[in-house]
């Protein structure tokens, strides 16, 4: 509840808070497909590097092109970075992670508790939002898409998922001269077979995650203006 969340004082959320940040913050946890997955990885990216530093390691979150870091692309694909830079990247760098502990607290007192919100009840929606009909209604052409323009197997009854599963299987048994071109392939028929499903699933999860925003709205707010005054930057 974001009356039990707001309890434990951080930084007062009557400071002045960039809309961004917000958002931002918003997207960080309630991660969504289309336009704002990108946003995800970002402010995810950052706030780890932020905390990371905070407990002795190096901020890795200062380069603002980082999107190797993906999430479930299954569900929180962003179809433009896809067509830019395929399914996966590889990590440019040793991430220099160390273990996360109280020494947060320094510079991120509420970041364990945004954290964890990316968890039940979001993990919650996102699955009954697959389960809608008007998402449903998508997976019959997706999955026609897909195993047509690929050669895949691709189960209608989750076809993002299979596809995605099955194409990390062919890629284990793909020559390395092949690789870079069938990585492209694979991924270009991604982009070009799922916009439908996305656009469904996107429209189910926005008033799910209104919702959520608005129960969770104070914890929200105070790590925004947290992020803010550890240096964050949109």
Request: proline share 4%.
């Amino acid at each position: 509840m974001a009356s039990d969340a707001a309890k434990s004082s951080g930084a007062s959320t009557s400071v002045a808070m960039d809309p961004q940040v917000f958002a931002d913050v918003v997207a960080g946890v309630f991660a969504m497909p289309g336009k704002t997955a990108i946003r995800t990885i970002r402010v995810q990216w950052v706030s780890r590097g932020i905390a990371n530093e905070a407990c002795g390691g190096r901020n890795t979150g200062t380069d603002p092109n980082i999107t190797w870091a993906r999430y479930d692309q299954s569900r929180y694909a962003s179809l433009e970075l896809i067509a830019d830079k395929g399914l996966t990247e590889e990590e440019p760098w040793d991430n220099g992670k160390v273990g996360l502990g109280k020494c947060v607290n320094k510079v991120l007192p509420s970041f364990f508790k945004w954290y964890n919100l990316q968890g039940d009840p979001w993990v919650g929606e996102v699955d009954a939002a697959a389960q809608a009909a008007s998402v449903k209604a998508t997976h019959a052409g997706t999955r026609k898409c897909l195993a047509g323009k690929s050669g895949l197997e691709v189960d209608v009854t989750d076809p993002t998922s299979t596809y995605l599963s099955n194409v990390d299987y062919a890629l284990s048994r793909t020559p390395a001269r092949k690789m870079k071109a069938e990585q492209k392939r694979f991924s270009d028929i991604y982009v070009q077979c799922t916009g439908n499903y996305f656009a469904a699933l996107e429209k189910e999860l926005t008033p799910r995650r209104e919702r959520l925003t608005e129960r969770n709205r104070e914890l929200l707010q105070r790590f925004a203006v947290e992020l803010s005054a550890a240096g964050y930057v949109p």
